[in-house]
């Protein structure tokens, strides 16, 4: 069973008066009649209880024709509920029903009375009281900048800016124009905070009656607090506190709807704030403008004025790791024949805005001059303007584009300049973000990042083609490949500048102790990891084989001699005589040594070596020949860790072991592998050795 009280409320607008006595007015009193007071409503049943008690006057609940109102000097008296049998409310929907008296306050006599009804789901609205406050506030002009659409212009507040709905559902009937986002000439655009819809379509004038529409978006015309011929606000049927504007061109046949609502049916100051925005949609009321004079004051100045600025930590930790990218040697010293020379990295600052860092040598006016002298150019000049320029900052005006700009930010870093480029996206290019984000930079602290020295950044940056780092050199090697002429010329730098290899090699390739290079006549040589020339650029060809090792070969008289080098050592291990010289199997450190037989040399009539014979010995890595060139050919078996050799004067078979001694004496006519393959049989005429 539901508790059914009845509340006598005692509403005075009487905050203001003296203490001595009330003002010659009429003051409003209501009386509660009727209240369910189940748990839904328990609170607001407490906050009319509230409200009746801040009221500064006192009450009676005597004959309601001779009610009394007088001034108190302290609190008012807490009210009393009374209860009412045999009424109930219901759970779902609850109305109240006030007696609504007017007292003259000078006799405090009633001089009329009329029953109010309203939902207690709905707050009591005063429309008399929110029209007061508007004309109290008036609409105010505000700092803003013109935003152009493709069909509409309107100005902004600054930081704000609107987009348009490219996709979903949207549809209305603003009296009898209907908008349907899927027509083609309909656009629609909400505001970056979604708390202004715009709408633009095409539609002959008389299909929208200002009047007639109005009407329909409230209970009464009392709703309307403000009016103008092209705008008003009111409180729509929901009780929400709304600021509709619209305009009409008649050369387009064009309507333009702007319109915006907010939850707090009190907040008179912030409806008047945003009609103010909505009626920019008229040109005459464009009103004050932001404008480039805002770059000229301090930071914090600018901060106060407009609202905040970038999160300047955050800002500042993600530029200090950029401009370190930046400064990557991989960066630094490559050229971009596109546009200018720099080393750039580009990075998001929020959804929609990036910017791009670019490092160039020398200082900031001289990067500054660099932009003026490229936009001053013949197919630039009538599409840029220079609006505005200090020693640390410029701003361009985009012709081409309305309300859209480029800004650059420039940091001088001990030979380098860092040149910051906001590019804010096609959504918000606008002034005020441009000159927000130099006031950001300006409040960062000094950025000291350049370990270069004047003569490297003089002598490295963008100088090449291309940059990597070397892989495979020593852990505490930090060198970098440079490339040059579209990347065909390459050398070899260390991360302080010093140059291993000059730029002029068609191949640099990394070994264990050093880089194997080879010319533009493809000849090979050897250099050091510290820049010595171990091997000058005459080799056929250089192949790297372990702790230092290295296989040379060299062309003469037709034929390719080889040889090993000892690059840790910087000797000959072999001497480059040999036909041929190979590990006897991957990775050993025996080697198979192949020597031409001097006799059988044939030459042509140019003395040109075209045919000769050779014979096979064995050595180790280290240059110690364990069996001569006497054989006519070595075969290394895995099967038996042996190798397997054919003597050549006498025709006679044998194995020898990787270390050079023999396993099975060379002395046997033939040998024969068993069916199974895992057994020799070597033989001699009268007899067979397994």
Request: hydrophobic fraction near 30%; charge should be negative.
């Amino acid at each position: 069973m539901f508790n059914q009280l009845i509340f006598l409320i005692t509403l005075a607008f009487s905050l203001s008066l003296p203490a001595s006595g009330l003002a010659n007015t009429q003051d409003e009193v209501y009386f509660v009649e009727k209240m369910d007071i189940n748990n839904r409503y328990k609170n607001t049943a407490e906050n009319l209880s509230k409200n009746a008690q801040k009221t500064n006057v006192e009450h009676k609940s005597e004959a309601i024709n001779h009610t009394t109102v007088k001034p108190l000097n302290e609190q008012a008296p807490k009210i009393q509920p009374i209860p009412i049998m045999n009424d109930t409310c219901s759970s779902v929907d609850c109305s109240t029903t006030f007696l609504r008296m007017s007292v003259n306050s000078t006799s405090g006599k009633s001089t009329d009375t009329q029953h109010v009804q309203f939902d207690m789901n709905q707050p009591y609205i005063d429309y008399s009281q929110g029209k007061k406050t508007i004309e109290t506030l008036g609409i105010q002009d505000f700092v803003g900048q013109l935003t152009h659409q493709n069909t509409l212009s309107i100005k902004l507040p600054v930081g704000q800016s609107i987009r348009e709905q490219k996709s979903g559902t949207y549809y209305r009937w603003f009296d009898s124009v209907y908008i349907d986002i899927e027509d083609e000439t309909t656009h629609v655009y909400h505001s970056n905070n979604d708390d202004l819809c715009l709408i633009s379509t095409i539609s002959e004038k008389s299909l929208f009656d200002f009047d007639s529409w109005l009407s329909e978006q409230t209970d009464t015309p009392e709703a309307v607090i403000y009016r103008e011929n092209n705008g008003a606000i009111y409180y729509n049927t929901q009780g929400q506190l709304t600021a509709f504007y619209y305009t009409y061109s008649q050369e387009a046949k064009r309507y333009t709807f702007a319109e915006t609502s907010i939850p707090d049916h009190n907040d008179m100051a912030d409806i008047a704030k945003k009609y103010a925005v909505l009626r920019t949609l008229s040109p005459e009321n464009t009103g004050t403008l932001f404008n480039i004079s805002a770059a000229e004051i301090e930071p914090t100045q600018f901060k106060q004025r407009y609202g905040s600025l970038y999160n300047i930590q955050n800002l500042e930790q993600r530029l200090r790791q950029e401009i370190t990218k930046s400064l990557q040697l991989t960066h630094l010293l490559v050229q971009n024949n596109t546009y200018s020379q720099f080393s750039y990295s580009h990075f998001p600052l929020s959804e929609m805005s990036y910017a791009t860092i670019k490092v160039s040598k020398g200082d900031i006016n001289a990067a500054q001059q660099v932009i003026i002298d490229r936009l001053s150019t013949e197919y630039n000049h009538d599409r840029y303007k220079l609006i505005y320029r200090s020693q640390d900052a410029l701003v361009i005006e985009d012709k081409a584009y309305y309300n859209n700009y480029h800004s650059y930010y420039f940091i001088y870093d001990s030979g380098l300049t860092y040149q910051i480029k906001f590019d804010p996206g096609y959504d918000d290019s606008s002034l005020y973000a441009h000159i927000d984000f130099i006031h950001s930079l300006r409040l960062l602290s000094p950025i000291q990042a350049n370990p270069y020295s004047s003569q490297f950044i003089a002598d490295h940056l963008y100088r090449y083609y291309r940059v990597e780092p070397v892989q495979g050199t020593p852990d505490n090697l930090q060198h970098y490949k440079i490339f040059t002429a579209n990347g065909d010329i390459s050398g070899i730098i260390d991360a302080t500048g010093k140059m291993i290899i000059p730029a002029k090699y068609r191949q640099v390739r990394p070994t264990r102790s050093g880089y194997l290079v080879t010319n533009q006549m493809n000849q090979q040589g050897f250099i050091s990891y510290q820049g010595e020339q171990l091997l000058d650029d005459i080799y056929e060809k250089i192949s790297d084989y372990k702790n230092g090792l290295l296989f040379v070969a060299h062309r003469s008289q037709g034929l390719v001699y080889k040889g090993l080098y000892d690059s840790y050592q910087q000797r000959l291990v072999y001497p480059i005589e040999y036909i041929d010289i190979q590990p006897v199997t991957q990775g050993a450190d025996t080697l198979t040594l192949r020597k031409i037989i001097p006799t059988s040399i044939e030459r042509d009539n140019q003395n040109r070596i075209t045919g000769y014979n050779s014979l096979s010995g064995l050595g180790d890595i280290r240059g110690k020949i364990l069996q001569p060139c006497v054989y006519e050919w070595l075969s290394y078996d895995k099967r038996f860790n042996a190798i397997l050799v054919k003597k050549k004067n006498d025709d006679k078979f044998g194995t020898i072991k990787l270390d050079g001694t023999i396993s099975t004496s060379v002395k046997h006519d033939s040998y024969q592998q068993s069916r199974n393959n895992n057994e020799i049989y070597f033989m001699k005429t009268n007899a067979m050795i397994r």
